[in-house]
């Protein structure tokens, strides 16, 4: 087997990030003259294979078992372990979401081969593979090689390829049977935790200040919201904001959170990181303000202002007010 490209589901249907992992897949299959094969396994695998089927890939693997009816890392780590060491695929893709962080690495290890993480791109170069990822908060990019003989791990970060891409066909469904000893699955998990319904709604807002880490700290957030209501504007928030609980989960733009295209977005101490990036890059007038002249939010900046926010915020909202 040349790619395996492993699927993760979500509500019975293929979760987003994997169907971006397979889009990277396709076009790195292409590139090297690589088939790419999927597996569909875990609650509704046979959902998942059903889907997967409409897909350009030479086959999709569907492996049924009890014992993966629900979440659990030591399983899913084995399965796949069971399914390489039977397939040897050359690749293992995934799309590297919040539960595949949990269990790959301990793929990685129970396989003893590497594993690539939170990758954006690929290039290949004279029969190598180069993966490339972010390093240092987003300052410098990095192409990773694998030495090592067999297959090589590959976690494909959020939003790295556009799902919008995956190419459709018709591939035939193989079971492939694994043996999992439930004496060895250590670890179970609860039900996945369910969001709050409710909260603002930025997809219909005209004008967005969207606030980061460089805000400093949770007493410095009055001032923007000041800013906010002098401009008329919601606000939304980069996840470190939403993750340190001084905004709802609502707030959060990106690609775990909301995809905005309001006519301003004003980027407040926001770094530009590609998960930010991929949820407003489709706003009509972006305007970033930040003290670091080379933050990535200024290569999709219309406007960019080097500068520090504490103080020119609290100047904006004043000329603002006395207008
Ligand atoms: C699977 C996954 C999903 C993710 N989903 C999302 C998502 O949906 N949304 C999201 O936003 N992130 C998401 N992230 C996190 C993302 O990778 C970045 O870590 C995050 O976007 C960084 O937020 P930030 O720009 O606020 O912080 P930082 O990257 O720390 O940047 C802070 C910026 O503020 C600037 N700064 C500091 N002080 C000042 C000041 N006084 N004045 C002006 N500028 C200042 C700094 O120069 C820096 O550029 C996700 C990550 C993963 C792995």
Do not use: C
């Not at 556009?162 to 439930?182: F, K, M, P, Q, Y």
């Not at 060895?184 to 709050?196: A, R, V």
């Not at 919201?225 to 905004?247: C, F, T």
């Amino acid at each position: 087997m040349d790619i395996l490209v492993v699927l993760e589901g979500v509500n019975g249907t293929i979760h987003r990030i994997s169907k971006e992992a397979l889009v990277a897949a396709q076009a790195l299959g292409k590139d090297i003259n690589q088939k790419v094969s999927v597996l569909a396994f875990g609650k509704d695998s046979a959902n998942l294979s059903k889907e997967a089927s409409g897909f350009n890939v030479n086959e999709v693997i569907l492996v049924e078992d009890d014992n993966l009816n629900s979440y659990s890392a030591d399983a899913y780590a084995e399965t796949i372990k069971q399914v390489v060491e039977k397939e040897s695929p050359n690749f293992v893709i995934m799309g590297y979401s919040y539960l595949v962080r949990d269990f790959f690495p301990k793929v990685s290890a129970r396989l003893q081969k590497p594993l690539i993480t939170d990758v954006i791109g690929y290039k290949t170069d004279g029969g190598k593979t180069l993966y490339t990822k972010q390093v240092i908060h987003g300052k410098l990019t990095v192409d990773i090689e694998s030495k090592v003989e067999g297959p090589v791990l590959v976690g494909f970060q959020s939003a790295a390829y556009s799902a919008d891409n995956l190419e459709n066909g018709s591939a035939e469904i193989r079971t492939v049977a694994v043996a999992l000893d439930s004496a060895q699955l250590k670890t179970t998990s609860e039900e996945p935790f369910q969001e709050e319904s409710g909260g603002v709604d930025l997809t219909a807002a005209d004008k967005i200040i969207s606030i980061g880490r460089g805000v400093g700290k949770e007493e410095n957030m009055p001032m923007v919201k000041d800013l906010a209501v002098a401009l008329k504007a919601e606000i939304g928030a980069s996840r470190p904001i939403v993750d340190s609980g001084w905004l709802p989960n609502s707030h959060q733009v990106g690609s775990s959170g909301q995809s905005v295209t309001p006519n301003l977005y004003l980027a407040l101490g926001i770094s530009g990181a590609i998960q930010h990036v991929v949820g407003m890059k489709g706003s009509k007038n972006i305007v970033a303000i930040n003290r670091d002249p080379d933050a990535p939010i200024f290569e999709v900046a219309d406007y960019g202002i080097v500068g520090d926010i504490l103080e020119i915020v609290p100047k904006l909202t004043e000329s603002l007010k006395n207008q």
